[in-house]
Every structure is written in C-alpha cells, then in structure tokens.
C-alpha cells in the first residue's frame, strides 16, 4: 500500500484512539472531513459532525493546513495525529 499512511489518530473529545490508513494524494481538508464522518460513525454519534476541526501532530504540535497533500506533510507510517474542533 505504497499509497496510503497508517497513523494513529487521537480524539480527545471522546477520549478514543483509532489506527487509520490515510491516502497520500488527498488534501488535509479533505482528510480531515473524512475523518470527521468516520469517527462520527465509530462512535455511534458521540463526536459531532462539524466542519470546524483541525488536525495537529502530536509529537511536534504542527498544524497541518487544508489546501496541502498529505504527500507534502511530514506524515508517515506511525505518526501519531490529534483531530481537535474548533467550535
């Protein structure tokens, strides 16, 4: 799977950790919006659906901006990535 990074994802909202495959040519707000939904749907409705929410890297605190390709990130396989709203 040369086209995907398999990252852990921390929700601190609802206090869950899920390790995901994320496609390297999608943009980080298109990520971000998916992810949004999947975790809505994991967590049988606990984590709103919002179109606010950000996504960092835990070990650097970088935020990462909507309009860049995940291919252009400094993400990999085994980076560890906080999903937060902005509400």
């Known amino acids: 799977m040369n086209d995907k990074v398999?990252?852990?994802?921390l929700v601190p909202e609802i206090d869950e950790k899920y390790d995901i495959y994320l496609p390297i040519n999608k943009k980080?707000?298109?990520i971000v919006k998916l992810l949004n939904k999947a975790v809505n749907e994991?967590?049988?409705?606990?984590?709103?659906?919002?179109g606010g929410n950000r996504l960092y890297n835990v070990n650097t605190r970088q935020y990462y901006e909507a309009n860049v390709l995940l291919y252009n990130?400094?993400?990999r396989n085994g980076t560890k990535l906080i999903l937060?709203?902005?509400i």
């Open 6 to 9: 398999n990252v852990t994802l």
């Open 42 to 50: 994991l967590s049988n409705g606990l984590y709103p659906i919002t």
């Open 28 to 30: 980080i707000g298109t």
């Open 84 to 86: 937060i709203s902005e």
């Open 73 to 75: 990130t400094d993400i």
